[in-house]
């Protein structure tokens, strides 16, 4: 049997690999019970079928997949596809904004002294300690017909004389991007306290330009921390439907939406449900997958 | 991790005895009623109590499929009284949460008014007591109308909005609606004519004055605080709304409407069923039923309270719809498989 020294102790490979187990066996058992069964569950019930009166009905057969792609009652429609398309589009666009804003706050925020800046990160996160659901009927307040925003959008034509900010698309975003921000400042500020100014200075000697002394000096520095914010804002942003039946009038569906439905709403059509769920989950993995491949890397 | 799991089985640990000593407490003096939030009037609990000797203990829900979703995943062993919409009846039939009723032992079924019995929801009048009922159709504001003038087309038709309007967020209720908004009968499952429905609010739907879908009482907000014109909601929403703005009006369209009953029933595995029978017959006594509509603002299926309430009450046809009105709403029918139809079709109006 081969020994080996670890912090100045005479063990094996072995006995370290058991430890190490039972070290992890807590956490391990945490995700096997409350997220690998479950989701195998999900999985098996997403081949089965509606029973009557929202059964479920065993019988495994591939029909949720044929419904899924559009084939139902009414013949083939694009409408599923179509809620998956908007939801990946409202969370890409929510993303990309939060991504916007995050970073001069981060910035900004990371200027300040320790305690000054450690105040303002706390005033980011202040917001979330409220309800979400709570936040929204906030801004459906700030936003209607005869609150300020309103007024103030009707006076310089951007929107008609008998309409409001909400509800529509503007305050779904709005509502989407207040929610996600501080998740996505947080990592942010992270990798901006960690900077590593050297870099920068040395590209200024060598005579960079603004924009190449950031992108090099900067950006690259950042990606794990801009990685980290994404992921942070994508995944929750796409089976979130609260804010936009809230704020979006309740006129068009995501797949959260359609999820619920099948839950909770007249259908009872849990295997289809899970078969939805199936596809968020899917789609969050893959973004992830996608965002550790290019993380890794800088983008020099 | 371990310090977490630990907590966490404290939790649990404390969490199932507590539930034991509540089991324990609820020996037979109890009686557990599941009901809507702000569904009752709050001085009933004592009176119940001194009436029979029974302690009333009040379970609230917030919507329907939330009931249901803690009856089947926490059993009905902890309910005695479930008060359930007509629509849900058959199916908590089907999955065995709701049991039959001995009527002997509510004598005051006498009360009820015909019209809730023979119903579709219970066809046999073994499952369901009465507890409220009420209607659906438009609140809006502007010049009073004649209320059996009113069609649907003030809605659906783009050249007669005169403003914003919501429609309600539930499938099956807007459709139906849209149905008879069409000519077609309420509770069809028509394929056809579901599709004649799904494209006539589609069409309703590129209005520009059309501000979205929203539950009766965000649809009465709206019409409050003037952001719509007009919303499709509840009668007892609409009354509140016109005692805070009486320039409002409230009309069932001539196409029809439905109205809906909230009904009491039997949890299949009630602890203490003498004690639920006391509570139906409790609610269904005259001035209880009275005292019940007065205070909730909806019309009471109790045709012995009738006689008793006031006059003002009787005759608002906000909360008591005329004959006329009452001779064009349905029930809505359990849509049985057809379920999976109305879903479908929900799914393309939400979506187009």
């Given at each position: 049997m081969q020994t080996e020294v670890f912090e100045g102790k005479l063990t094996t490979r072995k006995h370290m690999r058991h430890v190490g187990l039972a070290l992890t066996s807590p956490g391990m058992l945490w995700l096997l019970v409350f997220l690998l069964l479950p989701t195998l569950f999900l999985v098996v019930m997403a081949f089965a079928q509606r029973g009557s009166y929202g059964t479920i009905d065993w019988t495994f057969s591939l029909d949720n997949i044929k419904k899924l792609l559009g084939f139902s009652s009414f013949g083939w429609s694009a409408d599923n596809l179509v809620i998956i398309w908007r939801s990946l589009k409202i969370a890409v666009i929510t993303t990309v904004l939060c991504l916007l804003i995050g970073l001069p706050m981060a910035f900004w925020i990371g200027a300040h002294k320790k305690r000054t800046s450690t105040l303002l990160l706390a005033l980011v996160m202040?917001?979330?300690?409220?309800?979400l659901v709570i936040r929204t009927y906030a801004w459906m307040l700030l936003l209607g017909a005869q609150m300020p925003p309103s007024w103030l959008a009707r006076t310089l034509g951007?929107?008609?004389?008998?309409?409001?900010?909400?509800?529509g698309t503007f305050a779904v975003y709005i509502g989407m991007v207040s929610c996600m921000l501080p998740f996505a400042v947080l990592p942010l500020y992270t990798s901006v306290e960690r900077l590593d100014w050297g870099i920068v200075e040395a590209a200024r000697d060598l005579y960079a330009k603004p924009l190449r002394t950031f992108y090099h000096g900067i950006l690259s520095q950042m990606m794990p921390g801009i990685v980290a914010s994404v992921v942070l804002t994508l995944v929750p942003t796409l089976g979130m439907y609260v804010i936009s039946d809230l704020l979006g009038g309740a006129k068009f569906i995501l797949i959260g939406n359609l999820i619920q439905q099948q839950f909770f709403?007249?259908?009872?059509d849990w295997p289809f449900g899970a078969m939805l769920g199936i596809v968020l989950i899917v789609s969050s993995v893959l973004s992830l997958v996608v965002f550790k491949k290019t993380g890794g890397k800088s983008f020099v | 991790m371990k310090k977490i799991l630990l907590a966490f089985f404290l939790l649990t640990a404390l969490a199932l005895t507590a539930c034991n000593e509540e089991k324990k407490e609820q020996a037979p003096k109890t009686v557990t009623v599941m009901i809507?939030?702000?569904?009752?009037?709050?001085?009933m609990l004592d009176d119940f109590e001194k009436k029979t000797g029974f302690k009333l203990q009040l379970e609230l829900y917030e919507a329907q499929e939330e009931m249901i979703g803690k009856l089947q995943a926490a059993?009905?062993?902890?309910?005695d009284v479930i008060i359930a919409s007509d629509v849900v009846i058959q199916q908590m039939v089907h999955l065995g949460l709701i049991a039959n009723i001995d009527?002997?032992?509510?004598?005051?079924?006498?009360?009820?008014?015909?019209?809730?019995?023979?119903?579709?929801?219970d066809p046999t009048n073994s499952f369901t007591l009465p507890y409220l009922w009420g209607t659906t159709g438009i609140l809006f504001r502007g010049e009073k109308v004649d209320?059996?003038?009113?069609?649907?087309s003030m809605l659906f038709d783009s050249k007669k909005t005169k403003g914003n309007f919501s429609f309600l967020d539930e499938s099956r209720s807007m459709l139906s609606m849209a149905l008879m908004a069409k000519?077609?009968?309420?509770?069809?499952?028509d394929q056809k004519e579901i599709n004649k429905a799904v494209d006539y609010i589609l069409q309703a739907k590129k209005?520009?004055?059309?501000l979205g879908f929203d539950g009766s009482v965000g649809g009465k907000d709206k019409v409050l605080s003037n952001m719509d014109w007009a919303a499709i909601v509840f009668n007892g929403e609409a009354q509140a709304a016109i005692d805070e703005d009486s320039t409002l009006q409230f009309v069932i369209p001539m196409e029809g409407s439905f109205m809906w009953v909230d009904a009491m029933t039997l949890s299949?595995?009630?602890?203490n069923p003498e004690g639920a029978y006391a509570f139906m017959n409790y609610i269904l006594d005259a001035n209880i039923g009275a005292q019940l509509a007065k205070y909730i603002n909806y019309a009471t299926p109790n045709n012995a309270s009738l006689e008793v309430i006031d006059e003002e009450f009787k005759n608002n046809r906000v909360i008591n719809p005329t004959p006329q009105e009452i001779e064009r709403m349905v029930f809505l029918n359990?849509?049985?498989?057809?379920a999976k139809l109305f879903d479908e079709a929900w799914t393309i109006v939400k979506t187009r």
């Open positions: 202040v917001p979330s300690c409220t309800n951007i929107i008609g004389e008998m309409e409001s900010l909400y509800p709403g007249t259908a009872l | 809507y939030s702000e569904y009752i009037d709050p001085a059993g009905t062993s902890q309910y009527m002997e032992k509510v004598p005051n079924r006498k009360n009820i008014a015909p019209q809730f019995l023979n119903q579709a929801y209320p059996d003038s009113v069609s649907y000519g077609f009968n309420a509770n069809s499952t209005d520009k004055h059309f299949s595995k009630s602890p359990d849509p049985g498989n057809a």
